[in-house]
């Protein structure tokens, strides 16, 4: 079975840090592509970061970009979303997406190329 399972949410205060982890199961991750989101209820999900097949291509949100660092582990398949600076606006629950869908610079804001998903994780900064 398939599965992607994010980690590392958690409680924390403002300008502080987090790391969140996505392991794979049941695949490689190193095929595909993967992305970052968050959603807060009622809003619409938000795209943060992707990472290319390789780790060496990343792109960001302009809203998280020099306080949030994606990469990957092919090896472990695992992502990571190194957390810096948070804001009570970065509060969210978190979920990382994979696609083997050719990579773009904006893969981060088109959720439909993405076919699995985590259950998410919950972050909340307080101020």
């Known amino acids: 079975q398939l599965s992607l399972v994010e980690s590392g949410g958690g409680l924390v205060q403002t300008g502080g840090s987090l790391r969140l982890s996505c392991k794979a199961s049941?695949?490689?991750?190193?095929?595909?592509?993967i992305g970052w989101f968050r959603q807060v209820p009622g809003k619409e999900r938000e795209g943060v970061s992707c990472?290319?097949?390789?780790?060496?291509?990343?792109n960001y949100a302009e809203s998280v970009k020099g306080r949030f660092t994606i990469s990957r582990d092919n090896e472990e398949d695992t992502s990571f979303l190194q957390m810096n600076s948070l804001k009570p606006g970065d509060r969210a629950k978190y979920y990382c997406?994979?696609?083997?869908?050719?990579?773009?610079?904006?893969?981060?804001?088109?959720?439909?190329?993405?076919?699995?998903w985590g259950q998410g994780t919950q972050v909340t900064v307080s101020s």
């Open positions: 997406a994979s696609t083997a869908q050719a990579y773009s610079n904006d893969s981060y804001v088109r959720p439909q190329i993405y076919d699995s």
């Open positions: 049941g695949f490689f991750l190193r095929g595909y592509a």
């Open positions: 990472i290319e097949f390789g780790g060496n291509i990343t």
